[in-house]
């Protein structure tokens, strides 16, 4: 950005300090738009960055823009805030170990109606709107969809009008950036707070102290009533950090309230000057471990002692500032379940059941039976998973050691509890070890999701077959214990981001088009099906989606210095690495490709570019090492002369927000291929089809719903069922059949034996072959055959562009259930019973 294209206005910034754009600056006329925006750019300039033009950097004018918005959404909040409290509304407190947000500046000025207005400003002062955008660091909160399907709700909260607060951890260093050297992933710490973050506002004046360890004492009161006092070793500072939220066309802006740990004594001056420089910082030190880094590696004990510290810290922290809200406005704790919605997102807050039961009985004086009602009331848990790794079970003598009073009250919630079941299945000795919140065993654990169960009024699914399995399967003693409790909330997507700011040129199309309530009503899509036949829609759409692809040509070449043909099928599976999701498979195929180029480089073949991205847990050995294996068979085919041109395989590092919003709608075909009964949702899949992809998948998670609303006729359909897999596994699953009797799928598995794509170190993917031979636990053996051929029909209808584009306009047209405006709306009117509360201009 070169600084003498620059032309602020004249009027430089005021002596005085008017740092926000006007409150009713979207009601302004386009020119007085422009020239408050500007003189607000200048005044944060000033003011903010203690910059002129003539000093200022791109990262500067980026702050200062920045900061005009966020001030914006801060005179919201304020009156957001006010409304709230004077009509006491119900609210939803939403709390998640993951939020990833994404970057925030291009989301709050679509969100308030003034992005083509702030690129018209900033192109009249020499400024790139989005060469600004591309300045901000993006806070890696979260490791995947857990973590983006929280931001999406707090998006469609904010946009319904539902008071709400999103709780989590402020990462110092989130997720890690992941680096490709010679094909492996390598992990560096991301850095995203290094130039500060000028969205959120610290407030030290909501300070709470959280302890941990120690020992419980018995005492009497001056009632002489017994009590118990935890005596802890250690006690942490949580600061919050508030983000405003804002939501579509509308005044109100919610909070995402982020904690930070601090030690109580930050410094000890008598180390100091006795020479301890490293015991003069210790407490610091261990005490801001605790936010330091997201999920940290639990393969150590100590690995494991922090997760748990994090997640005791976060919930901790919540729970005593919701109880602050809630007596700021109310006279008692008596009816917090008529004013508070609190929802469990997954098994991570899970002890937040156990932690309101120790605030209202040791700290408030309720009686227990009275504390209970009010926590089941207040409670909602959301089930994410079907695999057992992440049904959270803690260590007990590690409970015990962090937590010595959570543990006691486990400990009496699951006597009570399960004297209830006694009653109901008196000779069932089995049914109370599966539901005891305590694991028996070499080591006793206790049971997360057990807890969040008993301690919850309600257990929802995130998909039609997911919620089905928890009933038949990973839940269903407590389904049969109380069934009125199960319900399900399929995933949803926020179209804000996932299609208006990811993809401008068809989103323009479609408001051109149908109109632009879509934006808040995705069913509106359905509109676009009486367009199909118009030749000029059709070719309008096929040229945006070429432009999207040339774009992320472009981009690829420029990271990775790789040349793709744009004009070849955009074949993309980008998310979480990890074995159930089948990557490998993937793979596999492409090899397939590979072989059959080889063995006849005169065939006709169907141009395809397959894409990778995702990130691989630090100590998950399979997975990275499927990641070097996509690079390695990408080093091989990428320069093989006889495939030039019609096989590429690219990996793009670092997936994340910003890279996922250019893949999305530059993508051909969407690889949904996960093992039948084990992903619980997704939500990479409904933003492929919004943006006009095609999925190939299995009927997994919300994979089923997705083929029911497109229609099974647009979706490449494949592999075994969820009954199918567990059948095949009941009867003993024998992968060598599949090797023994299938030639090309031999062929595949034996070139990567040979050492082909790792001739340093021929058997480096042994243990990759070794996995599918020996036991194949995600039947990639299994389902092979059915993925090549469901492929090559996948390639006979691409060469049919017509008919393509026609399967992806109805793919866009009838994804309008996977809104997460219908499914925050199906929680509020179902589980939280909360009302909107629209807040006047």
Request: proline share 4%.
């Given at each position: 950005?070169?600084?003498?294209?620059?032309?602020?206005?004249?009027?430089?910034?005021?002596?005085?300090?008017?740092?926000?754009?006007?409150?009713?600056?979207?009601?302004?006329?386009?020119?007085?738009?422009?020239?408050?925006?500007?003189?607000?750019?200048?005044?944060?300039?000033?003011?903010?960055?203690?910059?002129?033009?003539?000093?200022?950097?791109?990262?500067?004018?980026?702050?200062?823009?920045?900061?005009?918005?966020?001030?914006?959404?801060?005179?919201?909040?304020?009156?957001?805030?006010?409304?709230?409290?004077?009509?006491?509304?119900?609210?939803?407190?939403?709390?998640?170990?993951?939020?990833?947000?994404?970057?925030?500046?291009?989301?709050?000025?679509?969100?308030?109606?003034?992005?083509?207005?702030?690129?018209?400003?900033?192109?009249?002062?020499?400024?790139?709107?989005?060469?600004?955008?591309?300045?901000?660091?993006?806070?890696?909160?979260?490791?995947?969809?857990?973590?983006?399907?929280?931001?999406?709700?707090?998006?469609?909260?904010?946009?319904?009008?539902?008071?709400?607060?999103?709780?989590?951890?402020?990462?110092?260093?989130?997720?890690?950036?992941?680096?490709?050297?010679?094909?492996?992933?390598?992990?560096?710490?991301?850095?995203?707070?290094?130039?500060?973050?000028?969205?959120?506002?610290?407030?030290?004046?909501?300070?709470?102290?959280?302890?941990?360890?120690?020992?419980?004492?018995?005492?009497?009161?001056?009632?002489?009533?017994?009590?118990?006092?935890?005596?802890?070793?250690?006690?942490?500072?949580?600061?919050?950090?508030?983000?405003?939220?804002?939501?579509?066309?509308?005044?109100?802006?919610?909070?995402?309230?982020?904690?930070?740990?601090?030690?109580?004594?930050?410094?000890?001056?008598?180390?100091?000057?006795?020479?301890?420089?490293?015991?003069?910082?210790?407490?610091?030190?261990?005490?801001?471990?605790?936010?330091?880094?997201?999920?940290?590696?639990?393969?150590?004990?100590?690995?494991?002692?922090?997760?748990?510290?994090?997640?005791?810290?976060?919930?901790?922290?919540?729970?005593?500032?919701?109880?602050?809200?809630?007596?700021?406005?109310?006279?008692?704790?008596?009816?917090?379940?008529?004013?508070?919605?609190?929802?469990?997102?997954?098994?991570?807050?899970?002890?937040?059941?156990?932690?309101?039961m120790r605030l209202l009985i040791d700290e408030y004086h309720f009686e227990w039976e009275a504390a209970w009602v009010i926590t089941q009331r207040t409670f909602g848990y959301t089930n994410h998973t079907l695999m057992p790794e992440a049904l959270e079970k803690w260590s007990v003598d590690l409970f015990g050691k962090l937590l010595p009073r959570h543990l006691e009250i486990i400990y009496e919630i699951?006597?009570?509890?399960?004297?209830?079941?006694?009653?109901?299945?008196?000779?069932?000795?089995?049914?109370?070890?599966?539901?005891?919140?305590?694991?028996?065993?070499?080591?006793?654990?206790?049971?997360?999701?057990?807890?969040?169960?008993?301690?919850?009024?309600?257990?929802?699914?995130?998909?039609?077959?997911?919620?089905?399995?928890?009933?038949?399967?990973?839940?269903?003693?407590?389904?049969?214990?109380?069934?009125?409790?199960?319900?399900?909330?399929?995933?949803?997507?926020?179209?804000?981001?996932?299609?208006?700011?990811?993809?401008?040129?068809?989103?323009?199309?479609?408001?051109?088009?149908?109109?632009?309530?879509?934006?808040?009503?995705?069913?509106?899509?359905?509109?676009?099906?009486?367009?199909?036949?118009?030749?000029?829609?059709?070719?309008?759409?096929?040229?945006?989606?070429?432009?999207?692809?040339?774009?992320?040509?472009?981009?690829?070449?420029?990271?990775?210095?790789?040349?793709?043909?744009?004009?070849?099928?955009?074949?993309?599976?980008?998310?979480?690495?990890?074995?159930?999701?089948?990557?490998?498979?993937?793979?596999?195929?492409?090899?397939?490709?590979?072989?059959?180029?080889?063995?006849?480089?005169?065939?006709?073949?169907?141009?395809?570019?397959?894409?990778?991205?995702?990130?691989?847990?630090?100590?998950?050995?399979?997975?990275?090492?499927?990641?070097?294996?996509?690079?390695?068979?990408?080093?091989?085919?990428?320069?093989?002369?006889?495939?030039?041109?019609?096989?590429?395989?690219?990996?793009?590092?670092?997936?994340?927000?910003?890279?996922?919003?250019?893949?999305?709608?530059?993508?051909?075909?969407?690889?949904?291929?996960?093992?039948?009964?084990?992903?619980?949702?997704?939500?990479?899949?409904?933003?492929?089809?919004?943006?006009?992809?095609?999925?190939?998948?299995?009927?997994?998670?919300?994979?089923?719903?997705?083929?029911?609303?497109?229609?099974?006729?647009?979706?490449?359909?494949?592999?075994?069922?969820?009954?199918?897999?567990?059948?095949?596994?009941?009867?003993?699953?024998?992968?060598?059949?599949?090797?023994?009797?299938?030639?090309?799928?031999?062929?595949?598995?034996?070139?990567?034996?040979?050492?082909?794509?790792?001739?340093?170190?021929?058997?480096?993917?042994?243990?990759?072959?070794?996995?599918?031979?020996?036991?194949?636990?995600?039947?990639?053996?299994?389902?092979?055959?059915?993925?090549?051929?469901?492929?090559?029909?996948?390639?006979?209808?691409?060469?049919?562009?017509?008919?393509?584009?026609?399967?992806?306009?109805?793919?866009?047209?009838?994804?309008?259930?996977?809104?997460?405006?219908?499914?925050?709306?199906?929680?509020?009117?179902?589980?939280?019973?909360?009302?909107?509360?629209?807040?006047?201009?």
């Open positions: 950005m070169a600084k003498q294209s620059i032309r602020l206005p004249e009027s430089s910034a005021t002596t005085e300090v008017p740092l926000s754009l006007d409150r009713a600056v979207a009601a302004l006329d386009t020119e007085a738009q422009v020239s408050q925006i500007q003189h607000a750019l200048v005044n944060n300039l000033y003011w903010v960055q203690g910059k002129d033009e003539q000093f200022a950097n791109a990262h500067d004018y980026y702050m200062a823009l920045a900061h005009s918005v966020r001030n914006q959404l801060l005179q919201k909040r304020i009156r957001t805030a006010k409304t709230y409290s004077q009509v006491k509304a119900k609210t939803v407190y939403y709390m998640s170990a993951e939020f990833l947000m994404g970057r925030q500046l291009g989301n709050g000025l679509i969100n308030l109606g003034l992005y083509d207005t702030m690129r018209h400003a900033l192109s009249d002062c020499g400024l790139d709107l989005d060469e600004l955008l591309e300045r901000e660091a993006e806070p890696g909160l979260g490791n995947g969809g857990l973590g983006r399907l929280a931001a999406c709700f707090m998006d469609s909260l904010t946009t319904l009008n539902l008071p709400a607060i999103g709780y989590g951890i402020r990462y110092e260093f989130g997720i890690f950036t992941q680096l490709i050297r010679q094909g492996h992933q390598v992990e560096a710490p991301d850095k995203w707070l290094s130039y500060g973050n000028p969205w959120e506002i610290a407030r030290p004046d909501y300070r709470v102290e959280i302890k941990f360890g120690g020992h419980t004492e018995v005492y009497k009161d001056g009632d002489d009533d017994y009590q118990v006092r935890w005596v802890p070793s250690q006690t942490v500072i949580g600061i919050p950090h508030d983000v405003p939220v804002p939501g579509y066309g509308t005044e109100n802006v919610n909070l995402l309230r982020l904690w930070k740990a601090e030690a109580g004594e930050a410094f000890d001056l008598d180390a100091f000057n006795a020479g301890d420089y490293f015991g003069a910082v210790a407490n610091k030190m261990i005490s801001e471990n605790i936010t330091k880094v997201l999920y940290p590696n639990d393969e150590t004990r100590q690995g494991k002692e922090l997760r748990l510290q994090q997640q005791y810290f976060f919930v901790a922290c919540s729970l005593q500032d919701i109880i602050r809200l809630h007596l700021r406005d109310h006279a008692s704790l008596n009816d917090l379940a008529e004013f508070a919605a609190i929802q469990l997102n997954d098994t991570h807050p899970a002890i937040g059941v156990a932690e309101l699951n006597h009570r509890f399960l004297d209830q079941v006694k009653l109901r299945y008196p000779n069932d000795p089995d049914r109370l070890e599966r539901l005891s919140l305590i694991e028996e065993g070499s080591e006793r654990r206790v049971r997360m999701a057990n807890l969040a169960c008993v301690g919850s009024h309600a257990i929802n699914g995130v998909a039609a077959l997911h919620t089905e399995l928890l009933k038949q399967e990973v839940l269903q003693d407590f389904y049969a214990l109380w069934p009125d409790k199960f319900s399900n909330k399929t995933n949803g997507i926020t179209p804000r981001r996932w299609l208006l700011q990811c993809n401008p040129r068809l989103a323009q199309l479609i408001s051109e088009t149908i109109g632009d309530s879509w934006i808040t009503n995705l069913d509106h899509l359905r509109q676009l099906e009486a367009h199909i036949d118009n030749d000029g829609f059709r070719h309008a759409w096929q040229a945006i989606k070429q432009e999207n692809k040339w774009n992320l040509a472009r981009y690829i070449q420029d990271i990775l210095g790789v040349e793709i043909n744009p004009e070849s099928m955009f074949d993309v599976q980008i998310k979480r690495i990890h074995e159930y999701k089948r990557q490998l498979m993937s793979v596999l195929h492409v090899v397939t490709l590979y072989n059959r180029m080889l063995q006849n480089p005169g065939d006709h073949v169907v141009p395809r570019t397959v894409i990778f991205g995702g990130k691989a847990a630090p100590g998950y050995a399979m997975a990275k090492l499927v990641v070097k294996l996509i690079n390695a068979v990408a080093d091989v085919v990428n320069n093989d002369p006889i495939v030039a041109g019609r096989l590429k395989v690219v990996f793009l590092p670092n997936y994340n927000v910003s890279s996922a919003q250019r893949i999305f709608p530059a993508s051909d075909l969407s690889e949904q291929i996960s093992t039948a009964g084990m992903e619980a949702s997704g939500t990479g899949n409904m933003k492929f089809a919004l943006n006009g992809a095609l999925t190939i998948g299995t009927l997994d998670g919300a994979n089923v719903e997705i083929r029911e609303e497109v229609g099974a006729d647009n979706f490449f359909l494949f592999g075994l069922t969820a009954e199918q897999v567990a059948a095949c596994k009941a009867v003993g699953h024998n992968p060598w059949f599949y090797y023994d009797t299938n030639p090309e799928l031999k062929r595949v598995l034996d070139v990567i034996a040979s050492g082909l794509f790792s001739p340093e170190n021929p058997d480096l993917f042994l243990p990759i072959l070794d996995s599918l031979l020996v036991d194949d636990p995600y039947m990639v053996m299994a389902d092979y055959a059915a993925y090549v051929q469901c492929q090559e029909h996948v390639s006979r209808t691409y060469e049919d562009r017509d008919r393509w584009v026609r399967m992806a306009i109805l793919n866009t047209a009838r994804i309008g259930k996977f809104s997460a405006d219908r499914t925050i709306a199906d929680y509020a009117r179902e589980i939280w019973k909360v009302k909107a509360v629209p807040v006047g201009e």
